[in-house]
């Protein structure tokens, strides 16, 4: 029989640590940068809560470590955990005055969200928004560090996390006039073959989503560039380089004043743009009134 309080002994909380690092993180390697330790401390944390749960917690495969389902169930619940603790410590250090760190999506955070954030401070008042811009958009679960994320269509469901849908969205193929003009475009999606496809990491799925989601099929363009940003890629769409995917929120003035033109206007974007919070804090009031705060204010863009 075990003994009942052996069984409620919490793990050693460098242990959790070190788990933690590496779930999110998805190395030893880039954990033990994180934390400012060696690999091999890293692994030795990892064995002693393994061998105090006697449960294993990772599959080794050819060198890498892949979570097992019980592995990412606990990983789920030790990242809600230390966000929870961080966020405490937070406030704690500036008296008591809430701050909320949103993750952003970097691209949606200069067309849309900064030019909205006086409104957003006005509002929450006493609440600080700590904006935490993202090139590469991670779900909420891999950042403990963020109360929430805002994402697009890059969001998932996941276990634990709750998504309040904002505000709608509509994207689409956009070039300059003259280029547009250059590739025939009035002709019809398959002219888009001789042009070039702009695209970024941080939103790698736009064409083929377009593709999909507009029922025309996928075309093979003359050439294609890849940029780290989604802004880059429609920076790169204003220069006349070549044709970029981008959701209209983003290019809405471009369009009214005539720079860009979308020749086969635009499709919604069934995920729209939501804010995702760790389902333990859907009653939290400061995430309450920032949720409420972008319904209203993306109630107005539509």
Known sequence: MSDPVSSRRLPPLNA??????????????????????????????????????????????NGRLVLTAKGRAFADSVGIAFGILTRASAELLVGGRRSIRLGVPSAFAVWWLM???????????????????????????KRA????????????????????????????????????????L????????????????????????????????????????EFEDLLLAIGAARSGLGVAIAPRTAIGEDIDRGALVAPFGFIRRPAGYSLSIRSSDVKDPALVQLADWLSAAGAEQG
């Open 16 to 61: 959790l640590r070190a788990f933690d690092a590496v779930a999110r993180r998805g190395t030893i390697l880039k954990a033990a940068d994180e934390l400012g330790v060696v690999r091999g401390a890293v692994r030795q944390q990892l064995n002693l809560l393994e061998a105090h749960f006697g449960v294993t917690l990772f599959d080794r495969e």
């Open 115 to 141: 030019p909205r954030v006086a409104a957003l401070q006005a509002a929450l008042q006493d609440i600080d928004i700590d904006i935490v811009p993202m090139a590469t958009v991670e779900p909420l679960a």
């Open 145 to 184: 560090d963020l109360e929430a994320v805002i994402m697009g269509g890059e969001y998932r469901p996941m276990r634990d996390i709750t998504a309040i849908r904002f505000m709608e969205d509509e994207f689409g193929p956009v070039a300059t006039p003259d280029l547009a003009d250059r590739l025939g």
């Open 186 to 225: 009035a002709a019809g999606v398959r002219a888009l073959a001789g042009g070039v496809a702009l695209s970024s990491r941080s939103a790698p799925s736009l064409w083929g989503d377009w593709f999909a989601e507009s029922g025309h099929a996928a075309v093979g363009f003359v050439g294609s560039r």
